[in-house]
């Protein structure tokens, strides 16, 4: 699994010119499901998205996390995330979970971050949505379970 987390000051999901999701201060987070995943993948980056610290203390320096700043998460599924352009002019998904192993995991996710205590808002899984953020820093970090 792969995640792009962003600190954000809010974030929203619409779909069909409708919001389905909102959240102030917290993560955004775009997660995508790759071929193999299993549900201790998921488990893994549900407790690593719940406790880096990139929010700021006192100093200035980061080292809280979204829970001890009593953030919220943003989580929508993003498959292009597996996109592989190295070669030819368009990219190739073949590494993407297909959507009926994808969703489980995604879900298992989610509901592993509610277990740790994040309110947790959602896209909407295989729709086109539109994500609007005010991201915060910026701060922007990449996580991906093949690499831990």
Do not use: C, H
Not at 6 to 17: H, I, M, T
Not at 32 to 48: I, Q, S
Not at 93 to 120: H, I, M, T
């Amino acid at each position: 699994m792969r995640a792009v987390i962003q600190r954000v000051l809010e974030a929203s999901v619409s779909v069909e010119g409708r919001d389905v999701a909102a959240i102030g201060p917290g993560l955004l987070i775009l997660v995508g499901v790759g071929e193999g995943d299993t549900p201790e993948a998921a488990r893994w980056l549900a407790g690593k998205v719940a406790e880096v610290r990139i929010f700021e203390d006192a100093e200035g320096k980061m080292n809280r996390s979204v829970r001890e700043v009593g953030g919220a998460a943003l989580v929508v599924s993003q498959f292009t995330l597996y996109g592989d352009a190295r070669t030819g002019r368009r990219p190739s998904f073949s590494d993407a979970a297909p959507p009926e192993a994808a969703l489980p995991l995604l879900r298992r996710f989610v509901s592993d971050l509610r277990e740790r205590g994040l309110p947790v808002q959602e896209g909407v899984f295989g729709a086109r949505m539109q994500v609007r953020l005010v991201n915060d820093g910026p701060v922007t970090i990449l996580l991906d379970t093949a690499e831990r």
